[in-house]
Nanobody, 124 residues
């Protein structure tokens, strides 16, 4: 059973930065697309970013383009989400999720494996 553990959340002021990490318990190269999703209070899960299983494709929600960057370190079995110029609307619980052999993430419901999340709060 694949396990994903997120870390790096916290409280940050508007305009600040955070880097989230997602450590994957087993990580066969080229096998998993990894997505970052977030859930704001009272809202549905939203896909923030996704990196395809071969790292050839990355996708971002329009609301985070130019501010967030997804990357993968295969040596550390870790996927990162660098978040810059944070805004209050970025507040929420951030989850990473995995889907085997995919070039794009099939949405929150379609992901086969999900972490438990890390809370990001952007507030002054």
């Amino acid at each position: 059973q694949l396990q994903l553990v997120e870390s790096g959340g916290g409280l940050v002021q508007p305009g600040g930065s955070l880097r989230l990490s997602c450590v994957v318990s087993e990580f066969s190269s080229d096998y998993y697309a990894i997505g970052w999703f977030r859930q704001a209070p009272g809202k549905e899960h939203e896909e923030v970013s996704c990196i395809g299983s071969s790292d050839r494709s990355t996708n971002y929600a329009d609301s985070v383009k130019g501010r967030f960057t997804i990357s993968r370190d295969r040596a550390r079995n870790t996927v990162y989400l660098q978040m810059n110029s944070l805004e209050p609307d970025d507040t929420g619980v951030y989850y990473c999720a995995a889907e085997p052999e995919a070039s794009v993430c099939p949405g929150w419901i379609g992901m086969d494996y999900r972490g438990k999340g890390t809370l990001v709060t952007v507030s002054s």
